[in-house]
């Protein structure tokens, strides 16, 4: 073998290397999905490790995080390899590093500390988040709530997903974060019955191809009762970092609390790069329990990993 040779041979060899090194930026940052190119996927999580999921919950809220884990593990349903599950009060962005996909549920009370720590988790760490319900909409021990006499936050804190710091020196836009605003669970807006009643209609995005609603059927009817419904958000009218995969339509507007909903509301939003965070305001697991849709919690686990 001659100079020349051995030296396109290395040059080559290089090339290969900076485009695998590339592919694995690009699967990382959620870019490119490990599915979408054959047995890519095993190559990744061979050197990058299988895929742990990590159930993080607190003590009210929207959600059953008990019924989400057992969904997840089970053979005969989504067939997780590890999922784990842990008390928010117990959780730190150590700990969710360790993580390639976070489900948050079950946990109204949430410090303006910790929407930074999941936040952190997805921007400089590459994690995956998804935020269900109610999650997030009470505010932590330590926060300033009453902004009164504070010029200009009355104006800026309009929904319980932005926080301000108990010195109010500092706030954060976790709305922002998702695309969305938080307006209420829908049952405390009108009343609901003890029974399952049918509120509407679930419609896929147009195309029908997105990841977390793959091979859904394109309107199924979305049936709730008092204390497992949804959280009722709005999209920002501007927002370029939301993206509604699965709306409610109620068929008319609805009149509640002096407010009007519109006729569609999200009920899947994904927003950030590559898609990492996803927003469901009804929780997978209820769409199981009481609609049997289980398409939705296998493609929020499939869909979210890239698989």
């Excluded at 695309?179 to 405390?188: P, Q």
């Excluded at 709730?224 to 927002?239: E, L, P, T």
């Excluded at 569609?264 to 939003?269: E, K, N, R, T, W």
Aim: glycine letters at 10%.
């Amino acid at each position: 073998m001659n100079n020349k040779t051995l030296d396109l041979g290395l040059k080559a060899v290089g090339v290969i290397v900076l485009l695998v090194a590339l592919l694995f930026l690009l699967t990382w940052s959620g870019i490119i999905k490990c599915g979408s190119i054959p047995y890519w996927c095993d190559i990744y999580e061979s050197v990058m490790g299988g895929p742990r999921v990590l159930i993080v919950h607190g003590d009210d809220g929207l959600g059953d995080p008990d019924a989400l884990k057992l969904m997840l593990l089970d053979p005969q349903g989504v067939a997780a390899k590890a999922v784990d599950e842990a008390s928010i009060d117990r959780v730190s962005l150590g700990n969710l590093k360790g993580y390639k996909l976070v489900i948050v549920d079950h946990c109204k009370k949430i410090s303006i500390d910790q929407l930074e720590m999941f936040m952190s988790y997805v921007n400089t760490g590459g994690g995956r988040l998804v935020w269900v319900g109610d999650a997030g909409t009470v505010a932590g021990d330590d926060e300033k709530t009453d902004f009164s006499d504070t010029n200009g936050l009355a104006q800026i804190v309009d929904n319980p997903w932005v926080r301000v710091s108990k010195n109010a020196d500092y706030y954060i836009n976790f709305d922002e974060f998702l695309g969305l605003r938080y307006v209420d669970n829908f049952c405390n807006l009108t009343n609901c019955s003890d029974n399952l009643q049918t509120v509407g209609l679930l419609k896929t995005e147009l195309t029908g191809n997105h990841p977390l609603i793959f091979g859904l059927s394109p309107a199924l009817s979305l049936k709730i009762k008092k204390g497992r419904d949804f959280g009722v958000v709005r999209q920002f009218a501007n927002s370029s970092n939301s993206n509604i995969v699965l709306s409610l339509e109620f068929g008319s507007v609805i009149n509640v609390k002096g407010q009007q909903l519109p006729k569609s509301i999200p009920i899947i939003a994904t927003s950030g790069m590559g898609e990492r965070v996803a927003y469901y305001a009804y929780p997978p697991e209820f769409t199981v329990q009481d609609n049997n849709y289980m398409t939705i919690i296998k493609n929020m686990y499939y869909g979210m990993l890239g698989k």
